[in-house]
């Protein structure tokens, strides 16, 4: 079965602080897609950024950059120069398609609350 | 914009009501999901559906049932309320092509007395 683990529970930083968020995941899927989501204070999720399990190359848009390591299932998501603004939780979650009845299963880790002061 | 509407943010049910949950999405999509959220343990599927009529079960299915009869809409029903299931329910959808991110409704917090 398909796990997503966050061992960070909570992360404070002071503004302007780059700070990275872990997520290590579990499949037996060879394709695969793993997800980054942010829930404001607001409540709704939102996605922000999403990997492919073939392609490692890592890649930056704008004050966020993610690290996929297949060797060592991991995908973490580093914030760079973090604002106010930023302060949520973050779930990484990873998507697998269900052979035996179809479909994708979507799979969410337990999410790391950032607290980010002035 | 797409849009996932879940009829209720805040319900209050007593112990061994049977309650409805609804979501309708606008964007055609094949995938539904729903999940509820606890503290400490973020967000936990129960349900999803990949077609009309189509279920499946996620994590923690048990008290919990499903339904689908149209691509639109999907309800989770609690068969038969119990406090343990007080909780943020929320409800998801996306394109069937695994690559699609899920979109969330606002959720809906339900408390069992």
């Known amino acids: 079965a398909q796990k997503v683990t966050q061992a960070q529970t909570e992360i404070s930083v002071v503004e302007k602080e780059d700070v990275t968020l872990d997520c290590v995941y579990e499949t037996r899927d060879t394709t695969y897609y793993l997800f980054w989501y942010k829930q404001p204070p607001s409540g709704e999720l939102v996605f922000l950024i999403r990997?492919?399990?073939?392609?490692?190359q890592n890649e930056i848009s704008g004050r966020y950059s993610w690290n996929f390591q297949k060797s060592t299932s991991s995908f973490n998501f580093t914030i760079t120069a973090s604002q106010v603004v930023d302060s949520a939780v973050y779930f990484c979650?990873?998507?697998?398609?269900?052979?035996?009845?179809?479909?994708?299963?979507?799979?969410f880790g337990t999410g790391t609350q950032l607290k980010v002061e002035l | 914009d797409v849009k996932v509407t879940q009829s209720s943010r805040y319900l209050v049910k007593r112990t061994g009501e049977k309650v409805f949950l609804e979501c309708v999405q606008d964007?055609?999509?094949?995938?539904m999901f729903w999940y509820r959220q606890d503290p400490g343990l973020g967000l936990r599927l129960i349900y999803f559906s990949y077609d009309v009529k189509m279920k499946e079960k996620g994590d923690i299915p048990e008290g919990y049932s499903v339904s689908r009869e149209k691509k639109e809409r999907f309800s989770l029903i609690l068969e038969s309320a119990s406090t343990n299931q007080t909780s943020m329910y929320l409800c998801?959808?996306?394109?069937?092509?695994?690559?699609?991110?899920?979109?969330f409704g606002q959720g809906t917090r339900l408390t069992v007395v």
């Open positions: 979650a990873l998507s697998e398609y269900i052979l035996t009845g179809g479909g994708n299963k979507l799979t």
């Open positions: 964007m055609d999509h094949e995938n």
């Open positions: 998801a959808s996306s394109f069937s092509d695994r690559r699609s991110e899920a979109f």
């Open positions: 990997r492919n399990s073939f392609d490692e």
